[in-house]
C-alpha cells in the first residue's frame, strides 16, 4: 500500500503561482514506475497534468506546458509540481498519483486549487 499525502493548494490571482508537494508516506518515489499529477475540474473528468518516471522523464499536458513543472526529490521521498502563470482555468481539485512498478495506481486525497480571475 502506497500513501500519498499532498499539500500546497489554496487560492491564487490569476498569473500568480503555487507549488503542489506530494509526499509518500510509505514506499519510495525511486521504486515507483512512475509519478504524477491528476486534476479535475467540477463537471468534467480527471485529467492528467504531468507525470515523471523513475529515470526523470517528464510528460506534461499540452494545456501546462512551459507553465507548470514536475519534479521529485528522492531524499525527501517527495514529488512537486510547481504551478506558474496560474490561469483561472486551472482551477481543480488536483491528485497526486503514483503507479508502481506493478502497474497498481494509488491516488492522495487531492488539493483544491483556486484561481481568481
Known amino acids: 500500500q502506497v500513501q500519498l499525502v499532498e499539500s500546497g493548494g489554496g487560492l491564487v490571482q490569476a498569473g500568480g503561482s503555487l507549488r503542489l508537494s506530494c509526499a509518500v508516506a510509505s514506499g519510495s518515489i525511486s521504486s515507483m514506475n512512475r509519478m504524477g499529477w491528476y486534476r479535475q475540474a467540477p463537471g468534467k473528468q480527471r485529467e492528467l497534468v504531468a507525470t515523471?518516471?523513475?529515470?526523470?522523464?517528464?510528460n506534461y499536458a499540452d494545456s501546462v506546458k512551459g507553465r507548470f513543472t514536475i519534479s521529485g526529490d528522492n531524499a525527501k521521498n517527495t514529488v512537486y509540481l510547481q504551478m506558474n502563470s496560474l490561469k483561472p482555468e486551472d482551477t481543480a481539485v488536483y491528485y497526486c498519483?503514483?503507479?508502481?512498478?506493478?502497474?497498481?495506481?494509488?491516488w492522495g486525497q487531492g488539493t483544491q486549487v483556486t484561481v481568481s480571475s
Open positions: 515523471i518516471t523513475s529515470s526523470g522523464a517528464t
Open positions: 498519483n503514483s503507479r508502481t512498478k506493478y502497474l497498481a495506481d494509488y
